[in-house]
């Protein structure tokens, strides 16, 4: 079997690689020519520079690999981000895909093809509408959300009009090792590693405490998007979620105690977000009805990250 991921540099990406690779799978990893994407590609000489918005250069690369197994996890991947970068958003999101999907249909048009749908094209809902089952209407209120029903939207229509297998995740917010400081979690963590090594003040800067969230660990989400493609339909959405709403400040909390450190929590504004759910839970009905069983606790997950944090200071 031959694999490419897209985005194969990053957080999700990369965990997808080595699951394959685990597998015995032939893969490759597509991304862009950045700082970032230049050091892993001097450590992985299957990763492959291509930007998804250079679409002659995409196809090119679809037909000289011509892989059975397309991951598309290439995109502008922060929702709090997107209302500071609203175009590149639309653009890498929506054209992205859009090219990725067109260059499939020609070059590899038998393939499984993975688009990385989200959690955000919920978009506007209160407490009573969880756990989110996905059949109900998605209202998206952050330039991302809004994105991201774009994708889905498109993976929809390829697959009905030329038959493509294209399968739809809806991933809820995915941890874990490798992942830049720009979501709560990673913040925090590579606060508390610069703390404890002594180098910031003794002082966590966070935003918004109190709401929940359906965490899911990168290596568990991973393993239920393989499922999905296994087992699952095409064009058919399945939340990637635990089931589980855990509040952000016991995250913080439970990161402070991981990491030992001694220091007092600063309420940023600058952190908060013009928009922000108070709970995010999903209902995972569907992905577990195929087999999947969660594998990593919370905690676990947050050990993994503080020690990533730790070596990468």
Not at 50 to 79: G, T
């Amino acid at each position: 079997m031959r694999v490419l991921v897209l985005g194969g540099t990053g957080m999700v990406g990369s965990h997808f690689m080595n699951a394959y690779r685990d597998m015995g799978a032939e893969v490759y990893g597509l991304a862009r020519n950045s700082a970032a994407s230049r050091m892993a590609a001097l450590q992985d000489s299957s990763i492959i520079r291509c930007d998804i918005l250079e679409r002659d250069a995409l196809m090119r690369v679809m037909k000289d690999i011509a892989p059975d197994v397309l991951i598309h996890m290439a995109a502008q991947a922060f929702n709090g981000d997107s209302w500071n970068l609203e175009y590149v958003t639309h653009q890498s999101n929506y054209i992205g895909t859009l090219n990725v999907l067109y260059c499939a249909r020609e070059a590899i048009p038998k393939a499984k093809i993975l688009l990385a749908c989200s959690s955000a094209e919920y978009g506007n809902i209160t407490e009573k509408d969880c756990p989110l089952i996905e059949d109900r209407p998605l209202l998206p209120h952050t330039p991302y959300g809004v994105s991201k029903v774009g994708v889905e939207n498109l993976g929809l229509q390829y697959a009905l009009n030329y038959g493509m297998k294209v399968y739809l995740p809806r991933m809820f917010i995915h941890v874990g090792t490798g992942h830049p400081p720009a979501t709560a979690i990673q913040n925090f963590a590579r606060q508390l590693a610069l703390i404890k090594a002594g180098k910031l003040p003794k002082e966590v800067h966070v935003g918004n405490l109190t709401t929940k969230r359906d965490y899911i660990d990168v290596r568990d989400g991973v393993k239920a998007m393989m499922l999905l493609m296994e087992k699952g339909e095409p064009a058919i959405p399945y939340n990637i979620c635990n089931g589980e709403a855990v509040k952000i400040e016991e995250v913080l909390n439970t990161l402070v105690e991981i990491s030992g450190a001694d220091a007092e929590v600063i309420s940023d504004k600058k952190l908060f977000r013009m928009a922000d759910e108070p709970l995010l839970l999903g209902d995972n009905s569907r992905i577990r009805a195929l087999g999947y069983e969660r594998k990593y606790s919370m905690r676990q997950t947050l050990e993994a990250v503080y020690a990533d944090w730790e070596s990468r200071i």
